[in-house]
């Protein structure tokens, strides 16, 4: 495992520094979705699920296109889990205003509630991590991320965010 005190040079990483920040990067995902997961997992629903609640959360009345398009999945995989979601009441359907084929995606009082629940712990998490890595370390943790992130996921993000 990585000595997490060797510091790196960012500008001609060895490949321990890459390894190393593969390691940051699994073991803080795994930190930062354990608490969802154990809540998910008691209602026999998984990560999938609370993508699609988070992201039908952020996006009140986005279609199943564009939740398609968000989540990189094809429809088949969408389908299980929209459909569960459905069915247990977090997320209503409403067909569109323009094309009544669309169907756009709204959390209902009981997925707006589990959503909460959901981030609760990761938002605090990243609160705190902000807090004590202070602005600049923000900054450099932004461009990382989007530097690691395929041309069309940052193209999600208004100009200047990254």
Known sequence: MSNPKTAANPLVPRDEDLHQAIELLFF????FTAR????????????AHHRVIYFVGRHPGMSVSDLL?????????????????????FIQQKPGV???RQRLLHLTDKG??????????????????????????VEGFRKVMFGIMDNPARQRFAPGDG
Do not use: P
Not at 28 to 31: K, Q, S, T, V
Not at 72 to 89: F, N, P, W, Y
Not at 112 to 137: C, F, H, M, P, W
């Open 36 to 47: 969802a997961d154990a809540m998910l997992a008691k209602q026999s629903m998984g990560r």
């Open 98 to 100: 323009a094309d009544r």
């Open 28 to 31: 803080a995902y795994r930190d």
């Open 69 to 89: 398009d968000i989540l990189g999945i094809t429809k088949q995989s969408l389908s299980r889990v929209l459909s569960q979601l459905v069915r247990e009441a």
């Open 112 to 137: 707006r509630k589990l959503e909460s629940e959901l981030t609760t712990d990761q938002r605090a998490r990243i609160a705190a991590a902000y807090k004590n890595a202070g602005a600049v370390a």
